[in-house]
């Protein structure tokens, strides 16, 4: 199982960057993905998770209005559309994948067995 993230930059408060997430090796479609981010100095955290199967989503209180996660199952991809960024959102965003599950319910970081390498957003 691959998980190839792109999209990260740098932007200015207010501003907006689509990240995607692109994954293979795997045929699985119902499965619940994530983004998880984390800065210099702290721990990682959940962004937003969705259950590719139901569309179903689930967002952390920081993000909520602002950011939106969505997935493509034909793709295989899973995309975090962030509007109206701030500097605390400066972190490495990762996306990562428990595979043949239906639902998000119930799992926790450490379920999350597939990961991304990262990539960066600095709002400055």
């Known amino acids: 199982v691959q998980l190839v993230e792109s999209g990260g930059g740098s932007v200015q408060a207010g501003g907006s960057l689509r990240l995607s997430c692109t994954a293979s090796?795997?045929?699985?479609?119902?499965?619940?993905m994530a983004w998880f981010r984390q800065a210099p100095g702290k721990e990682r955290e959940r962004v937003a998770r969705i259950a590719t199967g139901s569309g179903n989503t689930y967002d952390a209180d920081s993000v909520k209005g602002r950011f939106t996660v969505s997935r493509d199952n034909a793709k295989k991809a899973l995309y975090l559309q962030m509007t109206n960024l701030k500097p605390e959102d400066t972190a490495t965003y990762y996306c990562?994948?428990?595979?043949?599950?239906?639902?998000?319910?119930?799992?926790?970081?450490?379920?999350?067995?597939?990961w991304g390498q990262g990539t960066q957003v600095t709002v400055s």
């Open positions: 090796g795997y045929t699985y479609n119902r499965n619940c």
């Open positions: 990562a994948a428990v595979l043949k599950s239906g639902s998000c319910g119930g799992i926790y970081m450490r379920d999350f067995l597939h």
